[in-house]
């Protein structure tokens, strides 16, 4: 039964199917409807927050007791089983109210990502996670997605392409959904990938969206958080530049339409650790983006985004999107880096003007670029109302490299 598009409802209603026989479907509310998926990041339990250390960053709050405390019932949730969705008259049975045991083994960035819908706009909000921990991108890819990218032409794509897309995303598709929120790359990045996993999230975006008949579908994704991987042995060699390399070809995936991009710099307390504990953070910083494209609210979603570089005798101007003024800072703006003729980086002092920062570094009299947070261990302070800068660097080979078309 396909259903004419409804007007959103906060009270419960009930629907009875008649034929041969009768199905009664009962406390049913109408609202938005959100997709998560990815590795472990994205399926990470509210349960674990009860066991988490406190955090250091204190102004971001610790919900360390919401199970608990929640009792929404205008959040409602859907745990994907690889399992039960290969199953006739199983999709229905999936959905439960956001508290108890069934928001325990829920996704926290997907619960706190809907919480915050729900409390600002008012309506029932739904979201679907359909995670596996310690997957790579392919699984969660249509097979026919690579054929139609130029860039894997006459590769074989590795990783077993669909093996969790067939399951775990196609029968979704049955659903009517407002977006889609995506929290993977570890394993990825673990393989030294730059821009063929760039093309590979372009194949995903352009798959997920081809299977729900929408090419603009919203697509909004987080950014893999500061991890030692330089310090990690396995196939591939790991550097200090091996992750902002793969933040670089996460953030190309901004260049297409209708998608965002959460920054994570400022959320790993302990870099030993893959799976960083600010996950309400994330699921908050998920919905300003969602808030501010799809429900039009008028919010700042995204801290300084690198725009373009001039080159001024000794001092570097770099001009950032999306900001009218970067704010103000009391301490020293810190996490830029200038490089002379010789390729060699210095620290840089950083001074704002309106939408610019101008950069200059004792010794370097004719800078040729610069960058900011280029380390697996970021320390820059280079906000906009609470939101980290994205990392980058002037010399971004990605920019000509990849094609949106």
Avoid at 350 to 364: E, F, Q, T
Avoid at 382 to 396: D, E, K, M
Wanted: glycine share 6%; charged share 20%; proline share 6%.
């Amino acid at each position: 039964v396909v259903l004419a598009p409804l007007k959103t409802s906060a009270s419960p209603q009930k629907m009875t199917i008649s034929g041969i026989n009768k199905i009664v479907l009962e406390n049913i509310l109408v609202g938005e409807v959100w997709l998560c998926s990815g590795q472990s990041n994205m399926e990470y339990a509210m349960r674990k927050l009860a066991k988490i250390p406190k955090p250091k960053n204190e102004k971001l709050g610790f919900p360390s007791d919401e199970v608990a405390k929640a009792k929404n019932k205008q959040i409602r949730i859907f745990l994907v089983n690889r399992k039960a969705l290969i199953k006739p008259d199983s999709i229905h049975k999936s959905w439960a109210i956001a508290q108890d045991s069934a928001l325990r083994n829920f996704s926290a960035v997907g619960y706190f990502f809907a919480k915050e819908l729900q409390e600002k706009l008012g309506i029932p909000i739904g979201v679907i996670s359909s995670a596996v921990p310690g997957s790579a991108i392919e699984p969660w890819i249509a097979n026919e997605a690579f054929a139609n990218e130029p860039f894997f032409a006459n590769q074989k794509v590795g990783n077993d392409p669909s093996k969790f897309y067939t399951p775990m995303i196609e029968p979704l598709t049955k659903f009517s959904l407002r977006g889609f929120l995506w929290y993977q790359g570890e394993t990825n990045c673990f393989l030294g990938e730059t821009i063929s996993y760039a093309y590979k999230m372009k194949a995903l975006i352009n798959s997920w969206r081809k299977a729900w008949k929408d090419e603009k579908m919203p697509f909004y994704y987080v950014q893999i958080a500061p991890y030692n991987y330089a310090k990690t042995t396995g196939k591939v060699v790991m550097a200090a530049n091996t992750e902002p390399e793969f933040w670089e070809a996460q953030a190309q995936l901004l260049r297409l339409p209708n998608t965002g991009m959460v920054v994570t710099t400022d959320l790993n307390d302990n870099q030993e650790d893959l799976h960083p504990t600010y996950k309400w953070e994330i699921g908050r910083r998920l919905s300003l983006i969602a808030l501010a494209k799809d429900y039009q609210k008028k919010i700042n979603y995204a801290g300084p985004i690198f725009s373009s570089a001039n080159y001024l005798d000794s001092t570097v101007v770099l001009k950032f999107d999306n900001l009218k003024n970067l704010q103000k800072m009391s301490n020293p703006i810190t996490g830029f880096e200038i490089a002379g003729e010789n390729g060699e980086y210095k620290p840089a002092t950083a001074k704002i003007v309106g939408n610019m920062v101008l950069l200059k570094a004792d010794k370097i009299s004719k800078p040729i670029a610069a960058r900011y947070n280029w380390t697996e261990n970021p320390t820059g302070n280079f906000y906009q109302n609470g939101l980290p800068a994205l990392p980058f660097r002037t010399n971004n080979p990605l920019t000509n490299q990849f094609k949106i078309n």
